[in-house]
């Protein structure tokens, strides 16, 4: 069964940064393709960041610069470095293996003075 675990939510200041984590299990952690997304309120799920068994990664337009995705494969761990953040980025923020569509529980993230 695969299993998905987030960690590193929580309330942070505009400008601050945080550090989402995500351990899988239940799968061969690095062939898998692996994704953030996030889904704020009133609005519907979309793609944050993306990370291919290789390391290639892809972003949506309002993540790039800011946000950095990352993979410990050895530990079964994949990353979201968020920097600069702004009041827009609050969302629960969901890791996924988007070949398998498994989610995780998900994490709030909330940016605010």
């Known amino acids: 069964q695969v299993q998905l675990v987030e960690s590193g939510g929580g309330l942070v200041q505009p400008g601050g940064s945080l550090r989402l984590s995500c351990a899988a299990s239940g799968i061969i952690f690095s062939i898998e393709p692996m994704a953030w997304y996030r889904q704020a309120p009133g609005k519907q799920r979309e793609l944050v960041a993306a990370?291919?068994?290789?390391?290639?990664?892809n972003y949506a337009d309002s993540a790039k610069g800011r946000f950095t995705i990352s993979r410990d494969n050895a530990k079964n761990l994949v990353f979201l470095q968020m920097n600069s953040l702004k009041p827009e980025d609050t969302a629960v923020y969901y890791c996924v293996v988007p070949i398998r569509g498994v989610w995780g529980k998900g994490l709030l993230v909330t940016v605010s003075s």
């Open positions: 990370i291919a068994r290789g390391g290639t990664t």
